[in-house]
Nanobody
Framework: QLQLVESGGGLVHTGDSLRLSCLAS????????MGWFRQAPGKERERVAA????????DYVDSVKGRATISRDNGRNTWYLQIDSLKPQDTGIYYC????????????????WGQGTQVTVSS
């Protein structure tokens, strides 16, 4: 059974960079499309970035375009989200989630979620 564990969150300052990790166990990361989602206080969860099963299709929400990079390391069975030039509005709980196909991730139709990691960006 697939399990996902996020890490890498924390308290950072405006302008800092952060790399979040999503470690998969039980199945290979190459078996899934994957997305990073965040939930800010008082707001609905939104998709931040997504990557296809093959890794050749990627998508980013407008608010992080040019500042974020989603990637995957098959050897470590881990996905990553690097965000540079962090802003206070990047604050939230970041979740990774997977689905069989990219389109499902893009719609937010997620089969397995991680537990989330808190990112707080101070101004």
């Amino acid at each position: 059974q697939l399990q996902l564990v996020e890490s890498g969150g924390g308290l950072v300052h405006t302008g800092d960079s952060l790399r979040l990790s999503c470690l998969a166990s039980g199945r290979a990361v190459s078996s899934y499309a994957m997305g990073w989602f965040r939930q800010a206080p008082g707001k609905e969860r939104e998709r931040v970035a997504a990557i296809s099963r093959g890794g050749n299709s990627k998508d980013y929400v407008d608010s992080v375009k040019g500042r974020a990079t989603i990637s995957r390391d098959n050897g470590r069975n881990t996905w990553y989200l690097q965000i540079d030039s962090l802003k206070p509005q990047d604050t939230g709980i970041y979740y990774c989630g997977v689905a069989d196909i990219f389109g499902e991730v893009m719609k937010g139709s997620i089969d397995v979620w991680g537990q989330g990691t808190q990112v707080t960006v101070s101004s």
